[in-house]
């Protein structure tokens, strides 16, 4: 999906009445930042909301205070102050109800908090006027079944991991796309990440980069035994299961946020969720810069068109 979406298809109001803020939890200097931004939206005529967590974490009074669920019941948007991690945590729980979310970075550019502090109440002024690009991306759901019965389930906005355990040898693992054989692998684990993942371990382990509008999944070991295991890139229609079929102490993590822990001949099937994360950004953002930025890509065009 394009990065073109309008407020009307965001289903989102032209003023949004009702904001809500959601902070890493014990940062330095979040209270500042959560304080700023509450009372200049408070001042705007906006209705503001703290997530629960993030109002008893930092004590802010004359707001009001909401779990995840009701803000994706009430709220109009939600902008998250803090880093990457607590993007992912927060838009997991809100992408049942397609709350459009607002990301400002505490520390170094995020490949998701891309907004920095510095001048962030103009910007996030500009955007709640409808000055603001969009983007819409994937989830995966992924369902732990031991025996035919299912143990556990949890969505992932990066990555489904499976690995041994710290002490453990490799794990052997058989996957298996739409009902087909594809592999028995012998690793450390294997990645199965969505194109928003494909920026953080799947690409610290050598999997491709792949577009966040790009319909794909891809399966990347890590470590593997035999070096012709390499990444590959599935579509994102396809469904996947992972048996385990030796190896100690291994388990399965969604985001690094859920765990579970699996047994010889546990299986974990996963597909792509029918929920989507919609992202707003400033106007002018776009992916590449992103990626240039975090990625030290330091070779630029100058105004003659050179590169240096």
Known sequence: MSSS??????NMPTAPRIIAFVGKLQSAGIAQSLSRLAHFF??????VVLEAETARDIDLAGFAAMTPAQIGQQADVAIV???????LGIARQLAPYGVPLIGINQGRLGFMTDIPLDGMLSVLADMLAGNFESESRTLLEGVVLRNGEQIFSALAFNDVVVSRGAGAGMVELRVDVDGRFMYNQRSDGLIVSTPTGSTAYSLSAGGPLLHPNLGGIVLVPIAPHALSNRPIVVPDSSEIMIEVVSGRDTSVNFDMQSFASLLLHDRIHIKRSEHRITFMHPKGWNYYDTLREKLHWNEYPSAEGQLH
């Open 5 to 10: 979406l309008t407020q009307a298809q965001l």
């Open 81 to 87: 102050v803090g880093g990457d991690g607590t993007m």
């Open 42 to 47: 408070d001042d705007a005529g906006h209705t």
